[in-house]
């Protein structure tokens, strides 16, 4: 292991071990996924790319491709995994022919297809996948696993560079500020960038690291029939060992949410088993999924551990509380867990609240929580109100109690509000959009 990050990392022995063992675990999760045996992670170093884990290949070799290559222009220059043909002993890449070192460091790596890591503008590095067994071609679910694994791979790159400048540039605290600047950028395009219009349902949500980088997850999933996924969760531990972990979470979540045949619980549960292989011991993850049904105002959702959520439901003058228990234990202590799908009927004018307990853990100069009875007397005191309006509000009253001190956990919230009239309103845009077509 020659490239840049591995020397780095000989200054910290537990970082390095840390980091090679959270690739070589995520490589191996890949093969297993897509009965590929021959996968190799290259990595940026200087003027070149070096091997930094591989599965099936000889490691008593040298791989690496400079900078300059074709082969690496062309990977810089598109997004989409490129593939790798061998026709009468010549390689060709995206159909252009590859001859001399190039051509030989790719038959080693036994290259069939590659795809590009970019972060922060510029190719972190590249995966080098071999043939599937029995030689069977790449199905498009096989493109799509690995475009959504693709980022935050890069992400865990990113990150791993950074741990690195951290144990050996601690002194330089202006580069370093910069350095977890870039990180949280490459981390905020994992979190969701909009809003998916659905009928009937008001919704919101914020996150904010504690340490520039967050181990708390949200994502929106836009599912078929006009339903809509929401994930929320949050992995133990702070800061970027937190936020890799979470950056699997939520490739896992993303690339599974496409087998339609799984329920929720059978998802979770094969969640579950995918980040008990990936994770460090005694690392986990609180993880609530849910799915809504805009037709019949149906949720349902597993909850694996996670802080309850609540729904808050008129009942005479006042609103009657109703906690989403959990449904199965925390993802990734246990190698194999059972998760229960429950549902719930959402009633006109309920608000549904789900949020990671570093907001209900802000504490003040004095060393008190601001605690679930206040987040619940702000969310009831303003019911009637928008949902990005309760968002604002509550954050407001925590940042109000915390009356300055430090945060030291991560702060997720989601709010949703059953609204008849924002179903009407979403026709009538549909309506409107079918006319001016």
């Known amino acids: 292991m020659h490239a840049e990050i591995a020397l780095s990392l000989e200054q910290d022995a537990t970082l390095r071990a840390a980091a090679r063992a959270m690739l070589e675990k995520s490589l191996r999760w890949l093969s297993?996924?897509?009965?590929?045996?021959?996968?190799?992670?290259?990595?940026?170093?200087?003027?070149?790319?070096?091997?930094?884990?591989?599965?099936?290949?000889?490691?008593?070799?040298?791989?690496?491709?400079?900078?300059?290559?074709?082969?690496?222009?062309?990977?810089?220059?598109?997004?989409?995994?490129?593939?790798?043909?061998?026709?009468?002993?010549?390689?060709?890449?995206?159909?252009?022919?590859?001859?001399?070192?190039?051509?030989?460091?790719?038959?080693?790596?036994?290259?069939?297809?590659?795809?590009?890591?970019?972060?922060?503008?510029?190719?972190?590095?590249f995966l080098s996948l071999g043939s599937k067994t029995g030689?069977?071609?790449?199905?498009?679910?096989?493109?799509?696993?690995?475009?959504?694994?693709?980022?935050?791979?890069?992400?865990?790159?990113?990150?791993?560079?950074?741990r690195v400048a951290l144990a050996a540039e601690s002194t330089e605290r202006q580069k370093l500020e910069w350095e977890l600047g870039v990180a949280r950028e490459v981390q905020e395009r994992?979190?969701?960038?909009?809003?998916?219009?659905?009928?009937?349902?008001?919704?919101?949500?914020?996150?904010?690291?504690?340490?520039g980088v967050s181990g708390d997850y949200l994502d929106y999933l836009e599912l078929p029939e006009g339903n809509l996924g929401v994930a929320i969760g949050d992995v133990s531990g702070k800061g970027l060992s937190a936020a890799l972990l979470m950056s699997s979470l939520h490739s896992?979540?993303?690339?599974?949410?496409?087998?339609?045949?799984?329920?929720?619980?059978?998802?979770?549960?094969?969640?579950?088993?995918?980040?008990?292989?990936?994770?460090?011991?005694?690392?986990?993850t609180t993880l609530f999924l849910a799915r809504f049904d805009p037709r019949e105002n149906r949720l349902h959702y597993v909850n694996a551990g996670h802080e309850p959520p609540f729904v808050l439901r008129r009942a005479g003058s006042g609103r009657r509380l109703i906690?989403?228990?959990?449904?199965?234990?925390?993802?990734?202590?246990?190698r194999a867990s059972p998760y229960r799908e429950e549902v719930i009927t959402l009633q006109p004018d309920d608000v549904l609240v789900a949020y990671t307990d570093?907001?209900?853990?802000?504490?003040?100069?004095?060393?008190?929580?601001?605690?679930?009875?206040?987040?619940?007397?702000?969310?009831?005191?303003?019911?009637?109100?928008?949902?990005?309006?309760?968002?604002?509000?509550?954050?407001?009253?925590?940042?109000?109690?915390?009356?300055?001190?430090?945060?030291?956990?991560?702060?997720?919230?989601w709010v949703a509000r059953v609204d008849e009239s924002e179903a009407d309103s979403l026709i009538e845009v549909v309506r409107a959009s079918a006319c001016a077509a």
Not at 140 to 161: H, K, N, T
Not at 323 to 334: A, F, N, Q
């Open 190 to 211: 994992l979190f969701p960038l909009g809003l998916p219009l659905t009928p009937g349902l008001d919704h919101y949500g914020v996150w904010r690291a504690a340490r």
């Open 252 to 284: 896992m979540v993303r690339a599974l949410s496409l087998a339609q045949h799984l329920s929720l619980g059978d998802l979770v549960a094969t969640i579950n088993k995918m980040f008990f292989r990936v994770s460090p011991d005694n690392c986990y």
């Open 135 to 162: 030689d069977e071609p790449v199905a498009p679910a096989d493109l799509r696993l690995l475009q959504g694994v693709a980022p935050e791979m890069a992400f865990a790159l990113e990150s791993c560079r950074l």
């Open 358 to 413: 570093g907001v209900a853990e802000v504490t003040n100069p004095a060393g008190e929580e601001w605690g679930n009875r206040r987040l619940l007397a702000t969310v009831e005191a303003h019911c009637e109100r928008r949902a990005r309006e309760i968002v604002a509000q509550v954050m407001i009253d925590a940042d109000a109690f915390a009356a300055g001190a430090p945060q030291f956990d991560d702060m997720t919230l």
């Open 323 to 334: 906690p989403l228990e959990p449904s199965g234990p925390v993802i990734g202590i246990l």
């Open 32 to 125: 297993r996924s897509l009965h590929i045996e021959q996968i190799s992670l290259l990595v940026h170093s200087a003027d070149r790319y070096e091997l930094a884990c591989a599965t099936a290949v000889d490691h008593r070799r040298e791989y690496e491709l400079l900078e300059k290559s074709s082969v690496i222009q062309r990977l810089k220059a598109h997004e989409e995994p490129l593939s790798v043909a061998w026709v009468q002993g010549k390689c060709y890449v995206a159909g252009e022919l590859v001859e001399g070192r190039d051509a030989v460091v790719l038959s080693a790596l036994g290259a069939r297809l590659l795809v590009g890591l970019p972060a922060s503008g510029r190719l972190s590095g």
